[in-house]
């Protein structure tokens, strides 16, 4: 079909003479077949492409929109922000919908689409003529699908590795966030420390937390976060909207932990019986400074762990204010045998 700009030689009502010679100055603005399907040209895919969007993935964009002549109708970039949906669902033109199925994230792809696969015959608004045949520049920024679970690729893995992460594990840990087109958000190098924090406790956004168990100290990965574990659909500390996250980590040291809500677990049986092993100067009652010095005994033996994210003279207190159940500052065998019965009843692990 070809377009042309008839309307603009005779006003309504305009009436040519007979044997007038009608001179056409033609301006060729679409050319397109109604039997066409959209072209697409890619321009460049990044390597590797782990995955190709699908049928049902949100996907974020950025575009700039034209007519054949060149003309931008539409940009995202405009609005400083990617165009978001999800594909193959009716939400954009079908000419897109189709073009967003098996793009890479990172890809460039420019996008001709013939206008009964886009506005048709009618356009849309003043924006969009009739019968316009569009062409989208388009940059895809990332894709995720919302069963999509963390993903981990282990960048460096130290030959010796014989303690790895788990949850209630204290870690020091760098990290890199970055957006997947390279955009960086935040970093730990930004902070004095890198940060410290017990895992599995809901102190980090849980894909995060996830990506971080099972390293060992020096372990470096790259872990790809889907916003439904990370932040979701709210604008965080400057995060677009569902976007998915890349983090770059390094394990830097790891304190295998002690179940929550615990201080200090038994790694093998505790002695038996258990009073006679911790009053020892034998004179049938605990104090706080013999208390600490079994303990630590314990810890520094191996065959106990105390909670490492907790000072210990405080987890120390703690724990001897517990045994100390009428509070005269000595532990006796009576206090304490109430307590490995209690504990006794619902863990194996027992907390002092
Ligand atoms: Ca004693
Ligand atoms: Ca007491």
Not at 10 to 22: C, D, E, F, H, R
Not at 144 to 164: E, G, M, R, S
Not at 210 to 215: D, P, Q, S, T, Y
Request: proline content about 6%; glycine content about 8%.
């Amino acid at each position: 079909m070809v377009l042309c700009w008839w309307e603009t030689f005779l006003s309504p009502g305009t009436k040519i003479p007979p044997y007038a010679t009608v001179i056409f100055d033609v301006l060729l603005v679409d050319l397109f077949n109604v039997k066409d399907d959209i072209n697409v040209e890619v321009q460049m895919i990044p390597q590797p492409c782990r995955r190709k969007a699908v049928l049902g993935d949100f996907i974020r964009y950025h575009y700039n929109a034209t007519f054949q002549d060149g003309t931008i109708f539409d940009s995202s970039y405009a609005r400083n922000s990617t165009y978001n949906t999800f594909i193959g669902m009716g939400h954009v033109i079908a000419g897109i919908d189709k073009a967003l199925q098996g793009v890479c994230v990172g890809e460039w792809r420019r996008v001709t689409v013939p206008p009964h696969l886009a506005y048709g015959e009618t356009g849309s608004g003043e924006l969009i003529p009739g019968s316009a045949v569009l062409i989208f520049d388009m940059h895809i920024i990332d894709f995720h699908n919302p069963k999509d679970q963390v993903h981990i690729n282990v960048t460096n893995k130290p030959a010796a590795c014989n303690l790895t992460s788990d949850a209630n594990d204290l870690i020091l840990y760098r990290y890199n966030c970055s957006l997947l087109d390279g955009t960086r958000l935040y970093s730990s190098d930004d902070y004095p420390e890198p940060p410290r924090v017990i895992l599995g406790q809901g102190k980090l956004i849980s894909g995060l937390d996830e990506g971080l168990h099972g390293m060992c100290v020096l372990e470096r990965r790259e872990i790809t976060v889907p916003p439904h574990l990370a932040h979701g659909a709210n604008d965080a500390m400057g995060i677009p909207t569902s976007a998915v996250l890349l983090f770059e980590v390094e394990l830097l040291q790891l304190q295998k932990g002690v179940p929550e809500g615990f201080l200090f677990i038994w790694l093998h049986d505790s002695p038996e019986p258990l009073f006679p092993a911790m009053d020892m100067n034998q004179d049938h009652k605990v104090l706080l400074e013999e208390f600490a010095a079994f303990i630590m005994l314990q810890v520094a033996e191996g065959r106990g762990r105390i909670h490492p994210g907790i000072d210990s003279d405080k987890a120390l207190k703690e724990m001897f204010r517990n045994q100390d159940r009428n509070t005269d500052g000595k532990i006796t065998e009576d206090e304490l045998n109430i307590i490995v019965n209690e504990e006794k009843e619902v863990v194996t692990h027992m907390e002092l």
